[in-house]
């Protein structure tokens, strides 16, 4: 794992945004995973800035909320098409989210696994964390998924995303997500973690030590993890 630390959430979202680019440009029919939450938001932004050619890009999602429409103005569907999706030129039909309107989760998650691994998984993969460690909606479990699953979000992570609806009774109690195969399929993992909430988890994370307790400390497992941490979150290390 590389690890920098950079001074505020602009530089982490700056660096961000050049790892995708640089990817791109080295390989333009790259396979790319992309995550939502406010952490990726400034990698985004950057990147509609720079007018990269997606043209040849096909897409990824983490999760999706379940049951979630795609229209809704909290679902990770929309979320991408508006902090994204809509202001580059990916073409509709190579974008890739977990169906959250699905009647059949499981060949949902089927299906959605067997077109990642056609591709032989993500040629680099966003990640985001969680405050109780969770990356993707793998929340801290004695087991953990490898394939896409429907799971059953903690409290923790309801709580942490009542913010975005008008009430906490309002977030969808399940999603379908990636699982940890999925995401260690990836040849380059970037994660992302900005934010003084964010600095009991960061010190967790780089304590040493992999639980399934703390899903983002397994990681330290993969072959290439870039981790970008400001000041913030860095601030217990």
Request: glycine content about 10%; charged content about 20%; overall charge negative.
């Amino acid at each position: 794992m590389k690890i920098y630390r950079v001074g505020n959430y602009e530089a982490l979202s700056e660096m961000g945004a050049d790892i995708v680019a640089e990817q791109i440009r080295q390989k333009p029919d790259s396979v790319l995973g992309f995550a939502t939450g406010s952490s990726p938001v400034g990698v985004y932004k950057n990147l509609i800035k720079m007018g990269l050619d997606f043209s040849r890009v096909t897409s990824f999602n983490l999760d999706e909320y379940y049951p979630m429409k795609k229209n809704h103005p909290q679902s990770y569907n929309y979320f991408m098409r508006e902090n994204l999706f809509k202001h580059i030129n990916i073409l509709q039909e190579n974008i890739n989210i977990p169906n959250g309107e699905c009647g059949d989760p499981l060949a949902e998650c089927a299906d959605y696994d067997q077109k990642l691994a056609a591709f032989g998984g993500t040629d680099l993969q966003i990640l985001g964390i969680g405050r109780n460690g969770h990356i993707g909606f793998n929340e801290p479990d004695g087991k953990l998924p490898l394939a896409t699953q429907l799971v059953d979000l903690t409290k923790d992570t309801i709580d942490a995303n009542a913010r975005f609806f008008d009430h906490a009774g309002e977030v969808p109690k399940q999603a379908l997500t990636m699982g940890l195969g999925g995401i260690f399929a990836s040849k380059h993992i970037v994660l992302l973690i900005n934010g003084g909430n964010k600095a009991a988890i960061t010190k967790a994370l780089l304590s040493g030590f992999v639980t399934t307790q703390i899903p983002a400390s397994l990681l330290t497992l993969h072959h290439h993890v870039t981790l970008i941490v400001d000041r913030d979150a860095a601030s217990l290390l």
